[in-house]
C-alpha cells in the first residue's frame, strides 16, 4: 500500500477536527442499526427521488461491460444494483464499513437482485482499502465520503486502486444553489428528516447526526476541490432535485 499524507480527522456531524475513532463507531452503531430499514427510510424520506439520482448516475458513470466496478461504502447494494441493470459489468466488488448492511445486500443477491453480473461482498474501511494499485476500472460510491472522519485519505486511496484512464463517480447530498430552495431543504433537514428515521427505524438521534452531517458537508464546489487534491482531474457534476443530490465524475 503506497505511502499517504497524514490528514487532520474530523468530527462528521460538525465538520470540526475530532479522533476518527468519534465518528467511525457512531457510524457502525447508527447503520448496523438500521440496516435492515435503511432502503424504506431512502424511499420515503426522498418520496421516491433517491431512484431518480441512481438513474442520473447510472447515465453519467462510464461503466463499460469490461469493467471491474468497485462499489465503495455499496451499503444494502443499491448502486450495486443499478449498476448491474444498467451497466452489467464483469464483476462488482460491494464493500462497506458495516457488516449488517451487507447482511441485506447478500439478501438482494440470493433473490437474484443482480441478475447475471458477479459480485462479491467485503467489509472495506475506505481510508485503507484493501486491494492492490490499479485494480479497478470504476469505483461508484454513494452517501459514503460524508461518513469518513478522513475523507483526503479515502479519496487518495481511491485513486490509488483505480486503473489510468478510470473514474469516481461519486452521489452524494449537497448545497442547493437557490437561497430559498436551500432555505426549504435545511428546515426539511433538521426537523423532517430526524422524523422520518424515527418513525420508521426507531432511531431518531441517529437521524439527526445523518441531518447534520449533510448541513456540515461541503458543496459541490468544495468535494470537487478535495478530488482534486487527491489527485483526480476533468472533475464535473451534475445536480440533481435542484442540487440537494449531486453526482460527480472525476477522473485518473
Not at 73 to 83: E, I, P
Not at 94 to 104: A, G, I, S
Not at 176 to 189: D, E, G, T
Request: glycine share 8%.
Amino acid at each position: 500500500m503506497s505511502e499517504l499524507t497524514t490528514t487532520h480527522t474530523i468530527d462528521t456531524a460538525t465538520g470540526k477536527e475530532a479522533p476518527a475513532e468519534l465518528s467511525t463507531e457512531r457510524v457502525k452503531a447508527i447503520f448496523s442499526s438500521i440496516a435492515r430499514k435503511y432502503e424504506l427510510f431512502n424511499a420515503v424520506s426522498s418520496f421516491g427521488a433517491y431512484r431518480r439520482w441512481l438513474d442520473g448516475m447510472m447515465l453519467q458513470a462510464p461503466i463499460l461491460p469490461h469493467h471491474d466496478v468497485l462499489d465503495i461504502a455499496g451499503g444494502t447494494g443499491d448502486v450495486s444494483r443499478w449498476v448491474a441493470k444498467a451497466k452489467r459489468p464483469a464483476h462488482i466488488q460491494c464493500t462497506d464499513l458495516v457488516p449488517e448492511m451487507l447482511e441485506v445486500a447478500r439478501a438482494h443477491k440470493a433473490r437474484g437482485d443482480f441478475g447475471n453480473v458477479p459480485i462479491d461482498f467485503d467489509v472495506v474501511d475506505a481510508q485503507n482499502i484493501p486491494y492492490a494499485d490499479e485494480s479497478y476500472d470504476i469505483i461508484t460510491m454513494a452517501y459514503g465520503i460524508r461518513n469518513m472522519p478522513d475523507r483526503p485519505r479515502a479519496l487518495a486511496e481511491m485513486y490509488r486502486v483505480l486503473k489510468p484512464g478510470g473514474a469516481l463517480v461519486c452521489l452524494e447530498f449537497s448545497t442547493p444553489p437557490n437561497p430559498a430552495w436551500r432555505m426549504l431543504y435545511r428546515f426539511y433537514l433538521k426537523h423532517l428528516i430526524p422524523f422520518w428515521g424515527g418513525l420508521i427505524t426507531g432511531d431518531k438521534a441517529g437521524f439527526v447526526y445523518l441531518a447534520e452531517s449533510i448541513r456540515a458537508f461541503p458543496d459541490q464546489r468544495g468535494l470537487a476541490d478535495m478530488m482534486e487534491e487527491a489527485g483526480f482531474h476533468d472533475i464535473t457534476w451534475k445536480n440533481y432535485t435542484g442540487g440537494i443530490a449531486a453526482v460527480h465524475v472525476a477522473e485518473k
